[in-house]
């Protein structure tokens, strides 16, 4: 069973990404920002991290998609990871669209972790 203190990790990281897509970025114009490639993996790979695998296994079936935040999530995964033609080191990111993502994650996440887990057991 998840504790609420895992939710509440994996909702900072969320948190933490949002940050650094606000204020680390190496470059804005318009709703575009480039941020360095590195700073992104290390927050997304800690949250991959510490996801309950009953909600990794979600997210890999077809039944997954019933989830906002699961479906928000792999939204956010396709639209941080475009690398920018000109540096391979740096992202390209719409900031608009991926803090719409981010803001649903947030909303949603730990209600569709509760009813993952209900599922799961």
Do not use: H, W
Not at 5 to 15: M, P
Not at 31 to 49: G, V, W
Request: overall charge positive; aromatic content about 14%.
């Amino acid at each position: 069973m998840v504790e609420q203190e895992d939710i509440e990790t994996l909702k900072g990281y969320f948190k933490k990404l949002k940050k650094v897509l606000m204020y680390n970025s190496d470059f804005t114009f318009f709703n575009y920002r480039l941020i360095k490639k590195s700073k992104i993996d290390d927050i997304l790979c800690c949250i991959l991290a510490t996801f309950p695998e009953s909600y990794k296994n979600m997210m890999k079936q077809k039944e997954g998609k019933n989830y906002t935040s699961i479906l928000a999530y792999s939204l956010l995964f396709n639209a941080i990871k475009n690398k920018f033609v000109l540096n391979p080191e740096v992202y390209l990111v719409s900031f608009t669209n991926v803090t719409k993502y981010l803001d649903t994650i947030l909303r949603d996440i730990e209600k569709d972790i509760i009813r993952i887990e209900k599922i799961s057991y």
